[in-house]
């Protein structure tokens, strides 16, 4: 089994508000506001939010997008994503397909807001990490600024919703 714990680490909050502000551009944009920042040695590597609907692709949540373009950086300086240790910070629990890429990743540390009962794929759902296919499982951190994520996919929605 996983360990959970809520943090209020004012370092993760910085990273978290930024991955925030990144959901509030999607929710902007007709996106569901969810936002991805990934960190490599206190360093914003890359951020973004959800791109499915600007781009017609369901492929492109946050978490795969920050993922893709940490590897493309990394790879431009000759590092490689899986052995450079990021973290990554996310506004909403990743789903399975999230969670399996950041497996694949070999993601240090995942930081996460908000709970996903009904989509997440690391405390609910497929529970990716817990399997014992699973490859690599990253430190699992949640609850970081948890309210102002929920908030805003709450809103979000209920706006759609009218």
């Given amino acids: 089994m996983l360990f959970y714990v809520i943090m209020e680490n004012n370092n993760y909050k910085k990273f978290m508000l930024l991955a925030i502000e990144e959901a509030k ?3 902007k944009n007709g996106e569901v506001p969810v936002g991805a920042v990934t960190v490599h040695k206190s360093n914003v590597i890359a951020k973004s939010g959800n791109l499915m609907v600007k ?3 369901p492929l492109m949540h946050a978490e795969m997008i920050v993922l893709n373009r940490s ?7 000759g590092l490689s994503i899986r052995h450079e240790k990021l973290d990554i910070y996310v506004t909403l629990e990743p789903c399975a397909m999230c969670a399996q890429a950041i497996s694949l990743c070999r ?3 995942l930081y996460y807001g ?3 009962p009904k989509g997440g794929g690391i405390k609910y759902g497929s529970k990716v990490f817990e399997h014992n296919t699973c490859h690599h499982k990253p430190n699992v951190f ?3 600024e948890k309210e102002k994520s929920k908030e805003i996919l709450q809103n979000f929605f209920k706006k759609l919703r009218t």
């Fill in 107 to 109: 993601i240090a540390n």
């Fill in 71 to 77: 590897s493309e950086i990394l790879a431009d300086k």
């Fill in 114 to 116: 908000a709970d996903d």
């Fill in 142 to 144: 949640s609850g970081i």
């Fill in 25 to 27: 551009k999607a929710s």
């Fill in 55 to 57: 781009y017609l692709d």
